[in-house]
């Protein structure tokens, strides 16, 4: 109980900290979501000029870049150092959290606010209430569907990073972060083989886009559950492989704020 | 002239010399390639086998190339500008006797040279691969795609130089970057070819810079035999290049810093 009240005190200084320069704040939301914007008009513009493919259309990819934003705004943007773990381990910034009587993973998530992706989170929300044909039923199983979809992403990132401990090299972890929110952006049926199984194991960007979606439009029992099962071992992959790295970490002891 | 020549070559040895950052852009690149093309593919066979005249195989070889152009470079290479005006870093640079904005561009160009070689050659095997075996649908128009490229990177590399030095009179010019990539990647023809525009934003894209950056060398790899896609590209590196040392000029009189 105490751990979980001092990490949601960190998370609320770094909120504040990331409020303080409300010009920067506002430009950088601002900015993700001229990016964001930028996709719709280069799928809207796809779709107009090929029409559907593989039982995909602009309406069905709205909606997967509803679920995508809101989930990788939700992950990158209050827990920012999900993307970071790598670099934090390589360059030895973890002497800080590591003395504190929290626990180090939890607090190195909630540590960084990164303002950009906030732009993401509220883009995604908006794209869901004016494009997802919202009901009330919908509207539940889309943020449920967030929730999950974060926490694979969250895993998937995190145990990404830690391969750093051992390799010494965060090279995975940017390729993982790169990788992933490029494939998940995209309509999995476009793939097929060895790359569609890819998006379902390794990299999971499948489950983090392309199945909330689905379920929002066809909701499945088994499909969901099957959904909650990847996240709960991304998750634990995650967690395990951090923990496992930690006992690798070593450092000059620069204390740094991670 | 030297100053420039030890600043690119300097920059190409650092860059060959960080194999981690290569293998990221190369698996990035790759990753891109597979995806974006896998896209267009099933859109063309979707779509009677073209689309706006482009074969799946020429959309393969447009993509891997359009991507080529735009990875090899910074990405936040216009943050990173506005970062050193903002924070006054520049100012140590303006003691130099050379061209601030040259010795720049002259370093990003070493910068992304062996990026480019890289990706270029990787992507003529990865668009190979991926289009079943089929070569480049024209290997003469392939030819002059090579120094395409180059002008591509050194056209992107001169606009993102006077795009970025608005940061000597606004300082927080960082987020602009994102603004601008949009640009490269809808009206530059990054993502799709400039045809599948609507016909209005077309000739519009057409008038702009950015298609200088990752168009004109995909739609000459794509198999399309047209050398004054090159004249094209030089006329916007002259006009951008005059523009970024015009920019910075006056940016750098009006530049205060304090202390150091």
Redesign the interface.
């Known amino acids: 109980m105490t751990a979980a009240r001092a990490l949601a005190g960190t998370q609320r200084a770094a909120m504040a900290e990331a409020w303080a320069n409300r010009r920067g704040f506002w430009t950088q939301v601002i900015a993700m979501v001229v990016n964001d914007v930028a996709w719709i008009a280069f799928w809207v513009l796809f779709f107009h000029r090929v029409g559907a493919i593989r039982g995909w259309d602009s309406s069905k990819v709205l909606l997967l870049l509803a679920v995508l934003t809101t989930s990788a705004g939700l992950v990158l943007g209050m827990l920012g150092n999900a993307r970071r773990i790598g670099r934090l381990a390589v360059e030895g910034d973890l002497d800080a959290a590591l003395a504190l009587p929290v626990p180090p993973l939890a607090y190195l998530l909630v540590r960084r606010i990164d303002t950009t992706n906030l732009g993401d989170l509220a883009f995604g929300i908006v794209l869901f209430a004016v494009a997802g044909h919202p009901t009330p039923l919908r509207t539940l199983v889309f943020a449920a569907a967030v929730v999950v979809a974060a926490t694979i992403l969250t895993g998937f990132l995190v145990a990404a990073g830690s391969v750093a401990f051992f390799a010494g090299r965060n090279e995975a972890g940017e390729l993982g972060f790169h990788a992933m929110l490029m494939f998940a952006s995209y309509p999995v049926d476009v793939f097929s083989g060895a790359a569609k199984a890819l998006l379902y194991t390794v990299v999971p960007a499948a489950f983090v886009s392309a199945v909330p979606a689905r379920l929002i439009d066809h909701f499945d029992g088994r499909l969901a559950a099957t959904l909650v099962g990847v996240a709960a071992l991304f998750a634990f992959g995650g967690w395990a492989l951090f923990t496992a790295g930690l006992r690798r970490y070593t450092s000059g002891a620069v204390w740094t704020r991670a | 002239m030297k100053a420039f020549r030890v600043a690119v070559v300097t920059a190409a040895q650092r860059v060959l010399a960080e194999r ?1 950052g290569l ?2 852009s190369l ?2 690149y790759l ?2 390639v ?2 974006v093309t ?2 267009w593919r ?2 063309a066979g ?2 009677g086998g073209t ?2 005249g482009y074969s799946a195989v020429a959309l393969t070889w447009y993509i891997a190339t359009s991507e080529a152009a735009t990875v090899s470079l910074n990405i936040r290479l216009i943050e990173d500008i506005g970062n050193d005006i903002a924070s006054g870093t520049i100012v140590a640079e303006l003691l130099r006797p050379a061209s601030v904005v040259g010795i720049r561009v002259a370093s990003e160009v070493g910068r992304a040279l062996p990026r480019l070689a890289i990706l270029s050659l990787s992507g003529a095997v990865a668009a190979f691969l991926l289009s079943g075996g089929h070569g480049p649908p024209d290997p003469a128009a392939l030819l002059l795609a090579m120094p395409a490229l180059v002008l591509a990177i050194a056209v992107n590399l001169v606009a993102q130089h006077a795009f970025a030095g608005v940061a000597f009179w606004i300082r ?1 010019a ?3 970057w ?2 601008y ?2 640009f490269v ?2 009206a530059g023809g990054m ?2 070819p400039i045809e ?3 016909h209005g934003i077309e000739r519009a894209a057409r008038l702009l810079p950015f298609m200088a950056m990752a168009y004109a060398p995909a739609r000459l790899a794509s198999g399309h035999f047209e050398p004054t896609l090159l004249l094209v590209q030089a006329g916007w590196l002259a006009v951008l290049g005059a523009i970024a040392v015009a920019v910075f000029a006056a940016g750098e009189r009006r530049l205060q810093v304090v202390g150091g």
Request: net charge positive.
């Open positions: 981690g293998l990221v698996g990035f990753a891109v597979s995806v896998s896209l099933a859109a979707a779509h689309v706006v927080d960082r987020s602009t994102f603004l990539q949009k990647f809808i993502l799709l599948v525009l609507p």
